[in-house]
C-alpha cells in the first residue's frame, strides 16, 4: 500500500485563495517599502554554518536547522564524539551549512562581502523565507516569512523614526487599525542591569525579561533566580513591574531608577528624541508605547528595540519586530558600521487580517469569464476573443476538452466564476457569442465588443 503523502510539523500548503491573499500583504508591504527609499536583495536560502551560529544566542542557536554535509556526512566524524552521543560537539564535523534564522544576519554578511560595492547608507529590503527548529502553534511555524527593512551605515536617529511611520504606514494600508508599536532601548536594559549590579548577567536578564507577557512577574523573577542574579537586585528592580501611565509617565519612572547609570541615560535620551519626533508627525492609526521590558532576547541589539503588538482582543504574538544594531558588520571583518532595521511577520499579519475579515473581496478575485469548448473549430474561435480579453487585462480561460456541457458549467460554478461564453456553430455563423451570467442566470447574444463591456 502506498504512504499517505504529508508534509513536516510546522509547514504548511497554500491554496490559490490563500497565496492570493499572501500576496495581497507582499504587496502593500513592498508599496511601502519602496515609498520609503528601500532597495531589493535576496540572499541564499541556507548560510555556512559559522555565518549564523552564535549570533542570536544560546536559545536562538537552537532553533537553527542544520544541513548534514552532502555524501558519506560521517566521514570526517569524530570517533569519540560518536561513541559519546554528543550531538552538540559533533554537529560542526558533520554539517557545515544551516538554514537561515532571520534575514538580519545573512545581510550583515552580505554587506560585508559586498562593501565596494554599496553606496552607504545602504537602504534595504528582503522578502523571503526562514526556517527555526521551534515547536509549531497557532501563529508560530517553522517555516516562514519575513519582510525585513534595513538602514546600514548611519547612527542618526531619524531613521528609527522613519522605521515608526514606516510600520504605521503599512499596518493603515492593510487597513489594520489601532497596532502598538512597543518601543524599548537595549542601553536602557543595560542601565537596569548596572544598578542592580549584574552587568555580567545582562543577556540572562534581558532574556527573562523578555518573557514578562508569557510568564508573568513571578515567572521572569523565578528565571532570574535561577540564572544566579540575587534576591537584592530583584528588589532593586521591582519599580519596573509597576510603571503605568502614557510615554512620558513611563519615562519619568525609568529617570528615577537609571539616575546613577549614564548608559541608562543615554537610553533614556534616545527614547525622548523618537517620541518627540513622532509627537510633532502623528501616526495615521498605530499607538506608540514604552515597554522597558522589551528585550527581544537577540544579543546584536544596541540602542531601539521594536516590537509591534496586533490589535486589543486579538490573542497573537508579536506581527513584527527589529532594533538598533551598532556594529552587526564587526561579526564579519567590518567595524563600526551602525545599523537599524525592522521585520514584518507575515504569517501571524495574514492570521490577524482574515479574524477581523480585514482582506477585501477583490483579492480572491480568479478567472472572470470561462468559454465553453465545443469542439477544435469552436475552440479556436473562442481564443480570438480570448486573446482579445487577456489584452484588455479581463483573464479568461478556455475549458481545454470538448467534454459535455453540464460538466464545464458545473466546473465554472466550483470555481465561482461569473460568466460563462457559447460560441457554438450558430454564434460563429453569426460572428457573436452568447454571454451567460452565473449568478442571475441571465443570458445575452452580443458582439465580442459587447461582451467586453459587459463583464469588464
Same mark, same amino acid.
Given at each position: 500500500? *502506498?504512504?499517505?503523502?504529508?508534509?513536516?510539523?510546522?509547514?504548511?500548503? #497554500? +491554496?490559490?485563495?490563500?497565496?492570493?491573499?499572501?500576496?495581497?500583504?507582499?504587496?502593500?508591504? !513592498?508599496?511601502?517599502?519602496?515609498?520609503?527609499?528601500?532597495?531589493?536583495?535576496?540572499?541564499? +536560502?541556507?548560510?555556512?554554518?559559522?555565518?549564523?551560529?552564535?549570533? $542570536?544566542?544560546?536559545?536562538?542557536?537552537?532553533?537553527?536547522?542544520?544541513?548534514?554535509?552532502?555524501?558519506? #556526512?560521517?566521514?570526517?566524524?569524530?570517533?569519540? /564524539?560518536?561513541?559519546?552521543?554528543?550531538?552538540?560537539?559533533?554537529? +560542526?564535523?558533520?554539517?557545515?551549512? *544551516?538554514?537561515?534564522?532571520?534575514?538580519?544576519?545573512?545581510?550583515?554578511? $552580505?554587506?560585508?562581502?559586498?562593501?565596494?560595492?554599496?553606496?552607504?547608507?545602504?537602504?534595504?529590503?528582503?522578502?523571503?523565507?526562514?526556517?527555526?527548529?521551534?515547536?509549531?502553534? !497557532?501563529?508560530?511555524?517553522?517555516? &516562514?516569512?519575513?519582510?525585513?527593512?534595513?538602514?546600514?551605515?548611519?547612527?542618526?536617529?531619524?531613521?528609527?523614526?522613519?522605521?515608526?511611520?514606516?510600520?504605521?504606514?503599512? &499596518?493603515?494600508?492593510?487597513?489594520?487599525?489601532?497596532?502598538?508599536?512597543?518601543?524599548?532601548?537595549?542601553?536602557?536594559?543595560?542601565?537596569?542591569?548596572?544598578?542592580?549590579?549584574?552587568?555580567?548577567? /545582562?543577556?540572562?536578564?534581558?532574556?527573562?525579561?523578555?518573557?514578562?507577557?508569557?510568564?508573568?512577574?513571578?515567572?521572569?523573577?523565578?528565571?532570574?533566580?535561577?540564572?544566579?542574579?540575587?534576591?537584592?537586585?530583584?528588589?532593586?528592580?521591582?519599580?519596573?513591574?509597576?510603571?503605568?501611565?502614557?510615554?512620558?509617565?513611563?519615562?519619568?519612572?525609568?529617570?528615577?531608577?537609571?539616575?546613577?547609570?549614564?548608559?541608562?541615560?543615554?537610553?533614556?535620551?534616545?527614547?525622548?528624541?523618537?517620541?518627540?519626533?513622532?509627537?510633532?508627525?502623528?501616526?495615521?492609526?498605530?499607538?506608540?508605547?514604552?515597554?522597558?521590558?522589551?528585550?527581544?532576547? /537577540?544579543? $546584536?541589539?544596541?540602542?531601539?528595540?521594536?516590537?509591534?503588538?496586533?490589535?486589543?482582543?486579538?490573542?497573537?504574538? +508579536?506581527?513584527?519586530?527589529?532594533?538598533?544594531?551598532?556594529?552587526?558588520?564587526?561579526?564579519?571583518?567590518?567595524?563600526?558600521?551602525?545599523?537599524?532595521?525592522?521585520?514584518?511577520?507575515?504569517?501571524?499579519?495574514?492570521?490577524?487580517?482574515?479574524?477581523?475579515?480585514?482582506?477585501?473581496?477583490?483579492?480572491?478575485?480568479? @478567472?472572470?469569464? /470561462?468559454?465553453?469548448?465545443?469542439?477544435?473549430?469552436?475552440?479556436?474561435?473562442?481564443?480570438?476573443?480570448?486573446?482579445?480579453?487577456?489584452?484588455?487585462?479581463?483573464?479568461?480561460?478556455?475549458?481545454?476538452?470538448?467534454?459535455?456541457?453540464?460538466?464545464?458549467?458545473?466546473?465554472?460554478?466550483?470555481?465561482?466564476?461569473?460568466?460563462?461564453?457559447? *460560441?457554438?456553430?450558430?454564434?460563429?455563423?453569426?460572428?457573436?457569442? @452568447?454571454?451567460?451570467?452565473?449568478?442571475?442566470?441571465?443570458?445575452?447574444?452580443?458582439?465580442?465588443?459587447?461582451?467586453?463591456?459587459?463583464?469588464?
Amino acid at each position: 500500500m *502506498a504512504q499517505k503523502p504529508s508534509i513536516p510539523k510546522g509547514t504548511r500548503d #497554500f +491554496s490559490p485563495a490563500e497565496v492570493a491573499k499572501r500576496n495581497y500583504i507582499f504587496g502593500k508591504i !513592498k508599496s511601502q517599502f519602496k515609498n520609503f527609499g528601500f532597495q531589493p536583495i535576496e540572499t541564499p +536560502s541556507f548560510e555556512n554554518s559559522d555565518t549564523l551560529m552564535g549570533k $542570536y544566542g544560546e536559545e536562538g542557536d537552537r532553533l537553527i536547522f542544520k544541513i548534514l554535509n552532502s555524501g558519506d #556526512f560521517l566521514k570526517k566524524a569524530d570517533e569519540k /564524539l560518536l561513541q559519546e552521543k554528543d550531538s552538540l560537539k559533533i554537529t +560542526s564535523s558533520i554539517s557545515e551549512k *544551516a538554514l537561515r534564522y532571520d534575514l538580519t544576519v545573512p545581510f550583515a554578511r $552580505y554587506v560585508v562581502q559586498h562593501q565596494n560595492e554599496i553606496d552607504f547608507p545602504f537602504k534595504r529590503y528582503q522578502i523571503q523565507p526562514v526556517w527555526r527548529a521551534d515547536r509549531p502553534q !497557532k501563529g508560530r511555524f517553522r517555516e &516562514f516569512f519575513q519582510c525585513d527593512a534595513d538602514v546600514v551605515g548611519s547612527k542618526s536617529l531619524w531613521q528609527e523614526v522613519e522605521f515608526v511611520q514606516l510600520y504605521d504606514a503599512v &499596518f493603515d494600508s492593510l487597513g489594520l487599525k489601532g497596532v502598538t508599536i512597543k518601543l524599548n532601548n537595549r542601553k536602557v536594559l543595560s542601565g537596569f542591569a548596572e544598578v542592580i549590579g549584574e552587568q555580567d548577567k /545582562l543577556i540572562d536578564f534581558t532574556v527573562a525579561l523578555d518573557k514578562l507577557d508569557k510568564i508573568g512577574e513571578e515567572g521572569v523573577k523565578k528565571e532570574m533566580r535561577e540564572k544566579g542574579i540575587a534576591e537584592i537586585a530583584l528588589e532593586k528592580i521591582q519599580p519596573i513591574f509597576n510603571l503605568q501611565g502614557d510615554f512620558g509617565q513611563k519615562i519619568q519612572g525609568i529617570k528615577d531608577i537609571l539616575a546613577t547609570s549614564e548608559i541608562g541615560k543615554a537610553g533614556i535620551a534616545e527614547l525622548e528624541f523618537i517620541e518627540k519626533a513622532i509627537a510633532a508627525i502623528p501616526l495615521k492609526s498605530a499607538k506608540l508605547e514604552l515597554d522597558v521590558t522589551l528585550a527581544r532576547g /537577540l544579543n $546584536y541589539y544596541t540602542g531601539a528595540i521594536f516590537e509591534v503588538a496586533a490589535p486589543e482582543g486579538v490573542k497573537m504574538g +508579536s506581527i513584527g519586530g527589529g532594533g538598533r544594531y551598532d556594529d552587526l558588520t564587526g561579526i564579519f571583518g567590518l567595524k563600526d558600521m551602525s545599523g537599524v532595521g525592522i521585520s514584518f511577520g507575515l504569517d501571524r499579519i495574514y492570521l490577524v487580517l482574515e479574524e477581523l475579515g480585514l482582506f477585501p473581496e477583490t483579492v480572491t478575485e480568479n @478567472t472572470r469569464v /470561462l468559454f465553453i469548448n465545443f469542439g477544435e473549430e469552436e475552440a479556436l474561435y473562442a481564443l480570438k476573443v480570448i486573446s482579445e480579453l487577456r489584452r484588455n487585462k479581463i483573464v479568461a480561460e478556455l475549458y481545454p476538452d470538448a467534454a459535455k456541457m453540464n460538466k464545464q458549467m458545473k466546473y465554472a460554478d466550483k470555481r465561482e466564476i461569473p460568466f460563462v461564453v457559447l *460560441a457554438g456553430g450558430e454564434e460563429m455563423q453569426q460572428e457573436k457569442f @452568447t454571454l451567460k451570467n452565473m449568478k442571475t442566470g441571465e443570458q445575452y447574444t452580443v458582439s465580442a465588443t459587447e461582451l467586453m463591456e459587459k463583464i469588464s
